[in-house]
């Protein structure tokens, strides 16, 4: 059984009593019952779905391509999930139940309402915003404009050695979405009502893992995956992956492996591997392969491009290990000009790693090193290096770091992970020329109780703002600071 609320209000929001509002900008909450007789799931408020490679039906966070080049290519069919994110799109509102039969097979059935964002235009184009900010008049006029539906369901057998289905999801709009058109998105999706139907299967044959998904946009186009996962020898692990999606293939809630942030324009192979050279010494690497046959976003051409990786890791003890990465992409984009030539070459962008991690007891220290170019006519550099450390005195625990941070242009941006407040996520860019710096503390009073504080600032050198848009702060330092009380009731009962 699980229970969840979460109640939450971004930067800038109004914390108000309204018509349309009750007090937090956003509410999510769920009650889920899992086996109970022949019910296997039931979940009742906030959902995600799950099925096959996600490429009909996907939710929740998706790995893509990184240093992991083997198990996360391929999705694990989980069915639904509790939705306890903040982020305001990407989910279900309404009922989901799997029902346990005979013979392996579970059968899936959910229904969703759910109020959405959009903006309209003096043109008469409507588009479905994601964003979930409600700061100004502008984003506040968009707030909930529109209810959309989603139906579905699926058929599931899972065996000891396969697991296939088939799944068919529909989604309704209240009112034809329509965006103002533009070279790039002749494709896009128009209307007020679009069905996917998929088939799935995941196949497991002794050392080998084969699995696939084929999901036709009903009365447009179709998309598949396909991959294969296994080791061909005690110290080498391979994987492939192949994909197509065609130009009006039309899925809202996809988390399938693409170049693109959707599925959709895209055609591509992906060849990946792992090599345990020693115990202690191991590289991955891949190299994907990739073609768009209509216009994207800033590349008015149809085009070509690939992308490699290559991860060298020595792990000398389980207290030190150090790796050098390399990944190179080239692809097409537009030549940036003052008046538009829509004319695109092709851009190369290369980002080298190094990292170390070293534990001394309760105390451990990370040091991450990490530069880019960027080249489309001329060349462009960025440089961010951080220092890490964390110590852990049982109930209490700090973790910290300090980084700075140079870079040309807005296409060398620099992307570290950082440590956060339970359950949360923060992935922040470094751009510009500054320095950022974090600490993470936990208390734990008690066994069922703990206390979680983050406080971090961006000190930006020669700039009087900081962000763009309607995010923009004055002044050359940005602040940020979470307090999180976690309460679990299960451990004081014990």
């Given at each position: 059984?699980?229970i ?9 929001e ?59 290519l ?17 989910f279900?509102?309404?009922?989901a139940?799997s ?11 959910f ?10 235009s ?22 909930h ?23 068919i ?15 790039y ?41 396909c ?7 005690r ?6 992956l ?13 988390n ?33 392969l ?84 960027f ?21 209490f ?7 700075v ?55 930006y ?34």
């Amino acid at each position: 059984m699980s229970i969840g609320v979460t109640a939450e209000k971004d930067a800038g929001e109004q914390f108000r009593w309204s018509k349309n509002q009750h007090g937090f900008d956003f509410y999510s909450a769920h009650l889920q019952l899992i086996n109970k007789g022949l019910i296997a799931n039931a979940i009742a408020g906030d959902y995600v779905a799950q099925f096959g490679q996600g490429l009909t039906l996907g939710g929740g966070f998706g790995m893509g391509k990184g240093s992991e080049t083997i198990t996360t290519l391929r999705r694990s069919s989980t069915g639904f999930m509790p939705y306890t994110s903040a982020n305001e799109a990407g989910f279900f509102r309404g009922g989901a139940i799997s029902i346990a039969l005979p013979a392996s097979i579970v059968t899936h059935a959910f229904a969703s309402s759910l109020p959405r964002d959009a903006s309209n235009s003096e043109e008469g184009s409507l588009a479905v915003l994601q964003s979930g900010k409600h700061r100004t008049i502008t984003e506040t006029a968009g707030r909930h404009q529109l209810r959309e539906k989603n139906y579905g369901a699926a058929i599931e057998y899972r065996g000891h050695s396969l697991n296939a289905g088939v799944v068919i999801h529909r989604t309704l709009f209240p009112k034809p979405i329509n965006k103002s058109p533009t070279i790039y998105n002749s494709f896009d999706f128009a209307g007020a009502s679009n069905v996917n139907t998929g088939v799935f299967a995941n196949y497991n044959l002794q050392n080998f893992s084969l699995f696939g998904e084929l999901s036709q946009t009903i009365g447009n186009g179709r998309g598949w995956i396909c991959g294969l996962l296994g080791s061909i020898s005690r110290n080498i692990d391979v994987s492939l992956l192949a994909r197509r999606f065609d130009m009006n293939f039309y899925t809202f809630y996809s988390n399938a492996i693409s170049e693109s942030t959707t599925p959709k324009n895209e055609a591509g192979i992906y060849w990946g591997w792992k090599h345990n050279i020693t115990r202690k010494l191991f590289y991955t690497a891949y190299v994907d392969l990739f073609t768009f046959p209509w216009l994207r976003f800033r590349d008015y051409t149809p085009s070509a491009g690939n992308e490699s990786l290559v991860r060298l890791t020595w792990k000398r003890s389980k207290n030190f290990d150090f790796f050098i990465q390399f990944r190179d992409e080239r692809k097409s984009r537009n030549i940036a000009a003052e008046q538009p030539t829509y004319q695109a070459t092709m851009a190369t962008r290369r980002n080298w790693i190094l990292g170390s991690s070293m534990t001394f007891g309760k105390l451990s220290l990370k040091t991450r090193v990490q530069a880019s170019s960027f080249r489309q006519l001329r060349t462009t550099h960025g440089f961010a290096m951080a220092l890490d450390a964390a110590y852990d005195w049982g109930r209490f625990s700090v973790a910290t770091r300090f980084a700075v941070f140079d870079t040309d242009d807005f296409d060398n941006r620099q992307y570290m992970n950082e440590r956060d407040v339970l359950m949360a996520f923060s992935f922040p860019a470094y751009y510009g020329e500054g320095t950022r710096s974090y600490a993470v503390i936990r208390y734990q009073p008690l066994r069922w109780l703990d206390f979680w504080l983050k406080v971090a600032e961006t000190n930006y050198f020669n700039s009087v703002t900081s962000g763009s848009g309607n995010d923009t702060i004055e002044g050359n330092k940005r602040h940020d600071v979470k307090l999180e009380v976690v309460f679990r009731p299960g451990s004081a009962h014990a």
